[in-house]
Each structure stands twice: as structure tokens, then as C-alpha cells.
């Protein structure tokens, strides 16, 4: 399995990087035990497995993170990842209010709250599945707040646990 951090020319990931500045916009699983790799993510449309090849063509890999993993744990991440976020509608309310901090904070020095207000509990962006990287087998656990980290800010937690260069 690989955690992979991408950004595309799309408008919108341009404008979450800008707003947030920095270098990724985007966050997804790859289970590499599918052939050619299946990708869990998230989108406006929601959440939902994706060929990770295809993604390649439209997503430029800013960050990975390998994890070597058994099939069988790496199925385990799976169906947790799955049972617990797969078709859920996007939270517009809650990114937006993430987004709204990190430009305070990336230009104004203004403090990121603990707690998104806005989040929608039956809904999900991309960095509310991060608490599953504390499921994973043998993997160190991170500090990671649901709803006020970006892509990048658990790109960074990694790496200060020495998780990743």
C-alpha cells in the first residue's frame, strides 16, 4: 500500500494550494494488490475507489509514502477505509471553513482552530480519513485532527516522526 499527496492543473486544486500555500492539494490511498493499483478518494462528487494509473494522467504525484504491508492487512485498511467512508458526499462546509483558516493562517498568522465548526458529520473532504493511518499495522501513530489538516500538514507530521523523507 502507498499514501499518495498529488496536485493537479485543474482550477481547483490550483486555488486549494494557493489559499493554503503549499505544494499538494489532494490525498488517497493506493492498495496496490489490485492489479495496476486501486485508488480510495475523494472528489466534489465525493468519495469512491479509482484506478490510480488513470489518476495519473490528470494528478502529478507530489509526495508518497510507501508501506509494505501483507495482502492480507493491506484488505484489512480496505474494508476499514471502505465500511467507513466509501459514498459519502463531499463536505463543502467543512473544507471551506478549513480553507478559510489555513489563508488566514498562511497570510495573516491567524491560529487554525482544534475543531472545524462546519464539518458535516454524514459528509467528507479528503483529510478526514487520516485517522486511518492510525489502523495501520506496525505503523507509527500521528496526531492528526479530523477536519483541520490539510494534505500537506500530514505530509509534514510524517515527516517529523521520521516517517517519510
Not at 499514501?3 to 493506493?30: P, Q
Not at 487520516?130 to 494534505?151: A, C, Q, R, T
Amino acid at each position: 500500500m502507498k499514501l499518495v499527496w498529488t496536485k493537479s492543473n485543474k482550477i481547483l486544486s490550483i486555488f486549494i494550494r494557493t489559499i493554503c500555500n503549499e505544494d499538494c492539494s489532494h490525498f488517497s490511498f493506493v492498495f496496490e494488490s489490485a492489479a495496476n493499483g486501486l485508488m480510495f478518494e475523494s472528489n466534489l462528487i465525493g468519495t469512491h475507489p479509482a484506478f490510480y494509473k488513470s489518476s495519473l494522467k490528470s494528478h502529478t504525484i507530489v509526495h508518497e509514502l510507501n508501506i509494505p504491508l501483507t495482502i492480507e492487512e493491506e484488505d484489512k485498511i480496505w474494508d476499514i477505509v471502505t465500511q467507513k467512508y466509501d459514498g459519502k458526499p463531499y463536505d463543502f462546509l467543512g473544507a471551506i471553513y478549513l480553507g478559510w483558516y489555513k489563508f488566514l493562517n498562511s497570510f495573516f498568522g491567524v491560529k487554525i482552530p482544534d475543531e472545524n465548526k462546519w464539518s458535516q458529520p454524514d459528509q467528507y473532504f479528503c483529510n478526514e480519513v487520516y485517522d486511518v493511518l492510525n489502523n495501520i499495522p506496525n505503523f507509527k501513530k500521528i496526531d492528526v485532527k479530523n477536519g483541520m489538516h490539510s494534505p500537506h500538514d500530514v505530509w509534514m507530521e510524517l515527516k517529523k516522526e521520521n516517517l517519510c523523507q
